[in-house]
């Protein structure tokens, strides 16, 4: 793939809101080596995703899963779900999930997967200081002091 034509995927891949043209868009651009396209038309993907409102908490709880759900199958070519966080989900909602991975005593592997992916934006954590009218201060301060842990800046004192 050529710059232009690199370039040119880019751009459509900005707007593009359906999720197979996104996958196969994905799919083509590994095949010819084009990493930075594929994770574009990954990470447009995820943000398409989420049926709940963008910009909503939610709608980023939801991103940051469909996100570490779509690099696994891919690396591991299958599919593979979060199916714990799904059932807790639907058990006691994104914000109490949310909650209970950051205040846990070490981090969930789904924070380390996606540190280790370059995708420390989706983290819960960095969902949750986003989101900060949503949790109280035990929650922020935790998810800040575990992203300082690893060399992520906060913008949070």
């Known amino acids: ?11 459509m891949i900005e707007g593009c809101v359906d999720p197979k043209s996104l996958r196969q ?8 080596g084009e990493l ?14 989420p049926s709940e409102k963008p910009g909503t908490f939610e709608h980023d ?6 996100a570490l759900e779509g690099t696994l199958s891919s690396e591991r070519e299958k599919t593979t779900r979060l199916a714990r966080t799904r059932q807790k989900i639907a058990r006691v909602g994104e ?14 592997e789904g924070f380390s997967m996606l540190l280790e992916r370059q995708m420390a934006e989706l983290t819960f954590e960095a969902v949750s200081l986003r989101h900060s009218e949503r949790f109280d201060d035990s929650v922020l ?17």
Do not use: C, F
Request: proline share 1%; charged share 25%; glycine share 2%.
């Open 1 to 11: 793939m050529t710059n232009m034509a690199a370039s040119r995927a880019l751009k």
């Open 25 to 32: 868009i994905a799919a083509n651009a590994r095949r010819q």
């Open 36 to 49: 930075a396209v594929a994770r574009a038309a990954d990470l447009r993907l995820y943000e398409i995703l």
């Open 61 to 66: 709880v939801w991103r940051s899963i469909y």
């Open 95 to 108: 914000l109490e999930t949310v909650k209970d991975l950051i205040l846990s005593a070490k981090p969930s």
């Open 141 to 157: 301060h935790a998810a800040a002091t575990r992203l300082r842990s690893v060399g992520i800046e906060v913008d949070r004192s």
